[in-house]
């Protein structure tokens, strides 16, 4: 049964990664990353310039998972109660308090976006840690469970007035950190300008069938993806050498230009942090029909996975993009297997 | 003035004459034999050389002689031996040689005492030991007219001394039957010592060579033996078909190979780069590809991981094989499907 199950939904996710990619064009890379943190139960930060196209592609996948679907806005003034409850005055003339974005939809909660979560404050970022790592939330005295969630969140890397650096602690309860970019093929970029479907945002996002996959089932089918695929010794050995070298990369010979190499890596990459990255590696490996991880599977997923969770000092912090895919590019040449 | 020219003329042609005259006796006294000296006119004693055997070809024989002649008979220089003469006994080159002669002449008051000091030297030599003489010598002297000598010419003979020549040549290493030329060269001197001593050591030399082959062997000595796919495929020769472990161990020796060439860990999804970095491989690519299926079955495959038969590892050697040619710029020969 656990087979068909998994040729049943291999399926679903390829109609899934199908019908997006009819919306958001030229982002081929992101989109299967997107899905494969889905199956893995792992929030996703996109990252990229202003009007790239990443409220549009999670608003896609959000059509596509079903279930609730809240989103915020980051701004300067957000508190952390202004994502549980708001309060207003009611036709009777009396304050009411309704449910904020986060318990709006109850337990049916699948995807919680948080635009521009860099405009935000650290204490809204302080809740979001919670709600991310343990999918509950406390308020009126009483535990909310949202077992069904994912935050997916975007950010804007360029612009820095009036915004704030997502810590550490935050950024690594993020599965993957995606970057986006404008594709550079002609076709798709004249395309983007001239077709008019690109034009309209909601109708675009509407042209996509609802409710592809079935949210409830997400967590139990993961589970299911997580068992059934399995990693060898000779894998495990792999896996753990990468986690080495992002640790103490020179030790394995890695170098990136203009950078000392002893400096540069305060933190390696957390348990947690492996822990994610192989789960999407399982995932990679179910979507392209294999039994076991290999370890392209883990390439695949191993910069979205582990980048923004390295720990830099601060004087490479500004040059972080640029240092992070350098250094694990190096690590993935250095580190081989078996 | 005429008439003392020509008394000084006469005196010229006088003189002459009489040159002619004594320079022919002198020649006569040489050449014709002359009468024996009468009896106790001539005090011989002489001083041999020490031995009469062992002598060899080369070899100086000293030999000193003393005439004590009463007065008034003197010696005739010119009918001593002469240095280089050689002489004959039976028509035949005797090979004995005067080297060097010196004679004085003391006046006794009775006597006139001749010391003649020759030197002979030995040039023949034979395959036995061979007798020789030193030449009896005959000098003549002037004494007063006899019946005999009517000129007063007589000659003495100075006795002969009887020694053996000693071959050069080691008993039994000549087989004289066999040998009988006359015209046969000398015997040399067979060195056996020194072409034991060169065979010894000819048989040290090529033993470091072969050692030297040996260590070298397993490294690189040849511009082309030091690639990374020849030293893989020398060290896959040693591997057997009927040990399972040594199929991973080729593949582990093939990828390591890969990753040297490459001076980057190669992974099938890095497999574009490979060859564009290195064109040389492009004519094995499917091979490549065929190559990473079998490694990602051996290594990371739970199903399958251990249904190798050994046409794998031949496959796998026919493989590095391809792989050296290429690293050599060579085309290489295409194989089966394993």
Known sequence: MSDKQLTDWRQHAQKLESEINKVVVGQQTPIRLITTAIFSRGHVLLEGDVGVGKTTLLRAFTRCIGGGYQRIEGTIDLMPNDLVYHTYLGEDGKPHVSPGPLLMSGENLSVFFFNEINRARPQV????????????????????????????????????????????????????????????????????????????????????????????????????????????????????????????????????SGVDMNRLVLAGASPRGMSMMLRAARVNAWINNRDSVLPEDIHAVFHSTVAHRLVFSPVYEMRRTEIARDLLTGIVNAVAAP | ?????????????????????????????????????????????????????????????????????????????????????????KGQVSGIELRKINHTEKENRDTTTYVIQLAYQVFTTAPVVKPAILPA????????????????????????????????????AVKIEEDMSPLRQPVLLQPYVEKQKLTAYLAVLGLSLLGLLYILGSRAWLPLMGRPFAQASRQLTKLSSKNPEDLKLALSRVHKALNTTAKYSVFSDNMDAFLSHTPSFKAIEAEIDQFFTLSHQVFFDTQISTSHDGNSLVWLKKFCKQCRDCERGLKPAKQKKA
Request: hydrophobic share 40%; glycine share 4%; charged share 25%.
């Open chain 2, 137 to 172: 010598e005959t000098v003549k002297f002037q004494g007063p007219p006899t019946e005999e000598a009517k000129d007063g010419l007589v000659q003495y003979t100075i006795p002969e001394f009887y020694f053996r020549i000693s071959p050069m040549a080691v008993f039994g």
């Open chain 1, 125 to 256: 970022h302080s809740l979001l840690l919670r709600v991310m790592a343990e999918r509950t939330l406390s308020a009126f005295n009483k535990e909310y469970h949202f077992p069904h969630m994912l935050v997916f969140a975007d950010r804007n890397q360029v612009e820095k007035e009036e915004t704030f650096e997502i810590p550490s602690a935050a950024r690594d309860r993020f599965m993957m950190e995606i970057p986006i970019v404008v594709p550079d093929d002609n076709e798709i970029m004249e395309s983007l300008i001239f077709d008019t479907k690109f034009h309209n945002v909601d109708a675009l996002v509407n042209t996509i069938p609802a409710d592809i996959l079935q949210f409830d089932q997400l967590n139990d089918f993961s589970a299911l993806i997580q068992t059934k695929i399995e990693a060898t010794s000779t894998l495990r050995q792999y896996a753990l050498n990468l986690w080495r070298a992002t640790k103490t990369p020179s030790a394995y010979g890695v170098k990136v």
């Open chain 2, 1 to 89: 003035m005429n008439c003392q020219m020509n008394q000084l003329i006469k005196l010229i042609n006088i003189s002459l004459l009489s040159l002619i005259l004594s320079t022919s006796f002198l020649a006569n006294a040489n050449d014709e034999p002359s009468p024996e000296i009468p009896e106790g006119i001539v005090k011989l004693s002489k001083i041999n050389p020490d031995r009469n055997v062992g002598f060899l070809m080369g070899d100086i024989m000293n030999r000193t002689i003393t005439l004590e002649v009463k007065k008034p008979y003197k010696l005739i220089e010119t009918t001593l031996p002469i240095v280089g003469y050689e002489h004959r006994y």
